[in-house]
């Protein structure tokens, strides 16, 4: 990037002079010196090893970048000998706990009452056992002792490391002491032994390096936000919010106190920077960290005009404009996360089944702009974020990058409020992939598209098993309707949210326990007065009658459950479909059970055939005019319905009765076998068999639950319509 020098690397020496120069500051946005004096041990080890141990991200200091993020001294240097050179945007936990061992501030080490210090053991150090040989200890009477008598550490041969921090002369003079020591006691190997120490040190001072990067002073704060938030990935993590709390306090804004006031109305879902981010979408549209700095009152944005050129705007001019926009924003994210939760609008009752908080500020965003006075018909750009939101979720697209999908979120939803033809992308989208969704897969409660399909229940008015009331929602978890002891060793998708609804543990306790559906249902219909009751009731769970008639069927087997699976995604599908406002007419009308209107089409064809052989050639038409091998494969379905019905045989079945038992594509033989009695209604043969082949297409994906196409589907629903006009 431009104005960043090339990265390069500084002695240890060099950065502990700059330590006691006091070169370095801290941004009032990073948090305290949080390292155990354990973990600074690792440290100096790690140098000692010649281990690469990170690379510094600093910014070149001056007056105004100093004010701007209340730079501070690091941790126990005495403010007022700063000589500030540096900003350090990342790397405070490594020189802070440089400081601390080679300069022992005359501080309380954090969080302790007594100091810290820290120590070589000179003979392990020899001994190449660097492991043990660096070690600290706290500022006891004994360890003070140590620290201030040389003499002492001559004979216990521990070095404290603060003495490679004092005058340029000390660490000699304290090696040339340390010989004499050694000399008077009769140690006449200590020359070479002071050699190999001086060696030792010295290479750690200056050839021991540690990289850096430095940003140039004049780069524009709002790029340095950007470039903090994405590197800050080690060490104490910090945020954006953090960062603009400290550039806004030369403003006299008081952000974290800001966000005190009003946290405890966004029961942990929001975060501080949320109600940023509105802001800045509200300002101008994007809501990346760097363009959360253009927020701060008086800081100027270059944007580029229509007719190419640049000017510089605020977005913010003073203060209190800044604290009127913060306001408002939090009293309508306050609002919007009452609506998220509410059971009839998105139906997320409880937290943590709320699919993406990271959509709170578009969300807000998109209900301020439908408030303003421009949009008259507001009902119908309420239903356009709510079509809008669920489309987002089931097609995951905030599962990442979220920043930059609210903001083209916000640009599409705008021009879509203004033009119903301007879908967004992601309306376009979900209609396109709905039928390739797989709702069996979703297991687990993390997913997006699993605490939708809760939410969707809640919103259909989910009633508990018991009461036959709605229940107490902060009371319900999502509980299984096969239980897990029967599916746990052979039903791989058990867990499936297929097989879950909301229920309270109470409820699941006393109606399902470890019993089957086979069970506890005919006890719920045993107990009931009414059997429609029970059904509706299932109902609000979307469990279809299809589905229940399943679930009762005795000796309850893995491919019974299967079924079910398969009819309940059936039922959940369609409801999809309502919310992102992709159901066809036909769907909309019989959207309780699609099956409905491809029953009554071929109850109508065989009707119809029916009643033209009949017309044609009398009632005993069956031998006459269907051809040898429909009879035979006819005969043979016939058969295995006899078989299950032995009370019935086939002289009881008239040749009306045997129509039941032709396939979709036995119709149209029928109609192209006997052309000339046909051709009047149908005209074109051609055009028939494209019309069956669609109808067919259709009806297996219908009757199988199979991923459809809204082409398959248009396709589909034409034949049916078309069929149904010709034979009425």
């Not at 501080?107 to 600290?136: M, V």
């Not at 908080?357 to 578009?362: N, Q």
């Not at 599916?487 to 229920?503: A, D, H, S, Y």
Request: net charge positive; with cysteine.
């Amino acid at each position: 990037m431009k104005k960043m020098e090339t990265p390069d690397k500084i002695s240890l020496g060099r950065i502990i002079d700059g330590i006691g120069d006091g070169h370095y500051v801290i941004p009032d946005f990073q948090r305290e010196f949080e390292w155990h004096p354990w973990d600074v041990v690792e440290l100096i080890k790690s140098i000692f090893k010649d281990y690469y141990v990170g690379t510094l991200l600093l910014w070149k200091a001056d007056k105004e970048n100093i004010k701007a993020l209340s730079c501070e001294s690091i941790d126990g240097f005495p403010k007022d000998r700063l000589k500030p050179r540096h900003i350090v945007l990342d790397g405070q936990q490594r020189l802070s706990a440089l400081h601390h061992v080679f300069f022992a501030p005359n501080i309380n080490y954090r969080k302790r009452s007594n100091r810290c210090f820290f120590f070589i053991d000179l003979e392990k150090l020899l001994d190449k056992n660097i492991e043990e040989a660096i070690y600290y200890d706290w500022g006891t009477k004994k360890t003070m002792n140590i620290v201030n008598n040389k003499e002492v550490q001559f004979a216990k041969k521990i070095f404290p490391l603060k003495v490679l921090s004092e005058k340029k002369d000390d660490f000699h003079e304290w090696l040339e002491g340390y010989k004499v020591y050694w000399l008077r006691n009769g140690n006449k190997e200590i020359e070479s032994e002071r050699q190999e120490l001086k060696k030792e040190f010295n290479d750690i001072l200056h050839e021991y390096e540690i990289s850096y990067i430095e940003l140039d002073r004049n780069i524009e704060i709002a790029k340095v936000c950007d470039i903090f938030t994405k590197i800050n990935s080690t060490g104490v993590p910090l945020s954006i919010f953090d960062l603009l709390n400290a550039v806004l306090k030369p403003k006299e804004i008081q952000l974290k106190k800001e966000w005190r006031k009003v946290a405890e109305n966004f029961s942990g879902v929001i975060e501080a920077k949320s109600v940023l981010q509105t802001m800045s979408i509200l300002k101008q549209n994007y809501c990346a960290p760097s363009y959360l700095y253009y927020l701060v009152p008086g800081e100027k944005k270059t944007i580029k005009c229509p007719d190419g050129t640049f000017e510089k705007v605020v977005l913010i001019k003073e203060k209190q404009e800044f604290i009127d926009l913060w306001d408002f924003v939090v009293i309508n994210m306050r609002k919007t996360l009452q609506s998220i939760r509410n059971a009839r609008d998105f139906g997320a009752i409880i937290p943590r089944f709320i699919p993406y908080p990271v959509m709170i500020p578009i969300i807000t965003a998109l209900n301020i702009e439908k408030e303003k006075d421009i949009y008259e018909d507001k009902q119908n750009i309420k239903k356009k974020i709510k079509t809008w939101y669920w489309a987002s979720i089931f097609t995951r697209n905030y599962s990442s990058s979220a920043e930059s999908q609210m903001a083209k979120d916000h640009l599409e939803l705008k021009k879509w409020f203004n033009n119903d033809d301007e879908e967004p992308n992601v309306v376009i989208q979900i209609k396109r992939e709905i039928g390739n969704l797989n709702l069996e897969h979703e297991k687990t409660q993390s997913s997006a598209i699993y605490k939708a399909i809760f939410n969707l229940l809640i919103m259909k008015g989910a009633k508990d098993w018991d009461s036959y009331e709605l229940p107490e929602y902060a009371n319900l978890h999502d509980h299984r309707i096969v239980p897990y002891s029967w599916g746990k060793r052979n039903i791989k998708n058990i867990n499936t949210v297929l097989n879950r609804t909301p229920l309270s543990d109470a409820t699941n306790c006393n109606v399902i326990g470890s019993q089957l559906p086979n069970v506890y249902i005919k006890k719920m219909f045993d107990k009931a007065k009414n059997k429609e009751e029970v059904y509706k009731l299932f109902k609000t769970h979307l469990i279809s009658e299809t589905a229940i008639e399943i679930l009762l069927r005795p000796n309850f087997t893995k491919k019974d459950f299967e079924e079910f699976i398969c009819e309940r995604e059936k039922t959940i599908l369609k409801e999809i479909k309502k919310l992102v406002n992709d159901l066809t007419s036909m769907e909309e009308n019989f959207a309780d059970n699609l099956d409905k209107p491809l029953n009554n089409i071929e109850e109508k064809l065989r009707t119809f055939i029916n009643k033209e052989f009949t017309r044609k050639f009398n009632k005993d038409y069956w031998k006459k005019i269907i051809p040898s091998h429909m009879q035979d494969i006819i005969g043979k379905r016939i058969n295995d319905y006899l078989k299950k019905n032995p009370d019935k045989t086939m002289s009881d079945l008239t040749d009306r009765d045997k129509l039941n038992y032709c396939d979709v594509m036995d119709y149209f033989t029928l109609f192209t076998g006997n052309w000339s009695l046909f051709e009047e209604n149908f005209v074109s043969k051609y055009e028939l068999e494209k019309k069956f082949n669609n109808f067919k297409t259709y009806r297996d994906a219908i009757k199988h639950n199979k991923p459809m196409s809204s082409v398959m589907r248009k396709e589909g629903e034409a034949a049916l319509e078309w069929l149904d006009k010709i034979i009425k």
